[in-house]
């Protein structure tokens, strides 16, 4: 009996597609199954009916009779530092997709609505960037939600991901196989597993790695304690006034040597500024996507013994705060929260470290700096609860700029 490919996909009114390009079943499975308790909880939708299928290109799943929600595609991503895309059809044939990576919505997209503020050239290129696929074929997908010789979203995902939509044409997947229990006393427990091919994890990249989105640095050297600091009064000349620090040439040693200098308070201020490429917008005309870029200030600041980390993203203005009291910040309700003062600025205090609680800056500084480029699984939320504090997320620039002129070093 002959098969169409819309008999072959869809086997009930509303289903979801979840897709993890280059990403391994045996590590999406303990991310995925780790999410069970919650969906149940909070949807009342059962994981454990997700069909698995693992090609060379990356794995998918099918989940019949709903549609998942985002936190299957997000998680997982955030966990994995990888790119996932949930694509679903509900009741009644409509149908869209979330694109997300390293645990943020990249993209969302739904046929039909009216209200999209993003043009469909925008959802084609935040696709490509996680697939290899032909931007001409999605936009009319994208553009009408329909395209030519397939119905949706099947033809969709023929476009974006040919392996995808052929595994599941072909019928090849099935449930998440049991894994067996092993021998503990086995010799070979502890043996590498050439089966599965593993190597030697790869060496962990270090704060080296911010020098080339390096463009400027600021300090302000310590001033004398009291009493000795009246004497500015008599003496104005002597009191310590910011420096730009040259950097061209600097390698993981000055970098080390300045925050070292910092963390023993021998500066009171240091500013480290970068420069980064944001999202791509294809140009028709050059044929080519231009990226726009944008700058990221790491503030640390020193005062009367008492410390805060602040980051300011200028890619969708935001402002993060290096937690200091995670538990007050985990489990104060907000209204009851203490307030201190700061660089002449009221904030709450979890956000100022002792000089005593101050060895977490240097753990998390070298961190942030060794993945500024992917900074999403460092400051998220869900994969790092209770470590970065997210303040007015997508500021207005106007909203952004006043926090730039009180925290940057003038």
């Not at 500084?365 to 504090?389: C, I, K, N, Q, Y």
Request: charged residues 25%; contains cysteine.
């Amino acid at each position: 009996m002959y098969v169409t490919e819309r008999q072959m996909l869809i086997m009930s009114d509303s289903f979801t597609i979840l897709i993890y390009p280059h990403q391994r079943l045996r590590h999406l499975q303990p991310a995925v199954d780790g999410l069970a308790d919650a969906v149940m909880r909070l949807y009342g939708q059962d994981m454990s009916a997700l069909r698995w299928a693992e090609r060379r290109e990356g794995t998918l799943a099918r989940f019949e009779g709903g549609v998942c929600p985002e936190m299957a595609a997000r998680i997982p991503s955030a966990k994995l530092d990888c790119a996932a895309l949930l694509l679903y059809l509900r009741e009644g044939g409509g149908w869209g997709y979330q694109l997300c990576f390293r645990g943020s919505v990249e993209d969302t997209f739904t046929a039909g609505e009216t209200s999209d503020a993003a043009p469909p050239e925008q959802h084609a290129a935040r696709l490509i960037r996680r697939f290899r696929a032909d931007r001409e074929k999605l936009l009319p997908w994208l553009t009408q939600g329909t395209g030519a010789g397939s119905e949706p979203p099947e033809g969709f995902l023929r476009e974006l991901a040919p392996w995808a939509w052929e595994t599941l044409s072909a019928g090849q997947l099935s449930p998440t196989p049991v894994p067996p229990v092993p021998d503990t006393s086995s010799p070979k427990v502890n043996a590498p597993d050439w089966e599965m091919r593993q190597h030697p994890p790869e060496k962990e990249p270090g704060p080296e790695t911010c020098l080339p989105f390096l463009t400027g640095v600021k300090a302000l050297r310590r001033g004398w304690p009291f009493p000795l600091s009246l004497l500015y009064a008599l003496l104005p000349q002597k009191r310590p006034a910011p420096e730009t620090v040259p950097f061209e040439g600097w390698t993981i040693r000055e970098l080390e040597e300045t925050l070292k200098r910092f963390y023993a308070g021998k500066l009171e201020r240091l500013e480290l500024e970068f420069s980064l490429s944001g999202a791509g917008t294809y140009i028709r005309r050059l044929k080519k996507t231009v990226y726009q870029p944008f700058r990221l200030t790491l503030e640390l600041i020193w005062e009367k013994g008492r410390c805060m980390c602040l980051l300011l993203d200028g890619q969708q203005p935001t402002l993060y705060y290096l937690v200091a009291d995670r538990n007050t910040y985990m489990n104060v309700d907000i209204k009851d929260l203490e307030k201190t003062v700061f660089h002449g600025q009221t904030v709450d205090k979890y956000k100022v470290f002792s000089k005593k609680d101050s060895r977490l800056l240097r753990r998390e500084v070298p961190l942030l700096l060794a993945r500024l480029d992917r900074r999403d699984g460092v400051l998220s939320a869900t994969a790092r609860m209770g470590v970065w504090s997210c303040e007015g997320l997508h500021f207005s620039q106007e909203q952004y700029q006043q926090f730039l002129d009180i925290w940057q070093l003038n």
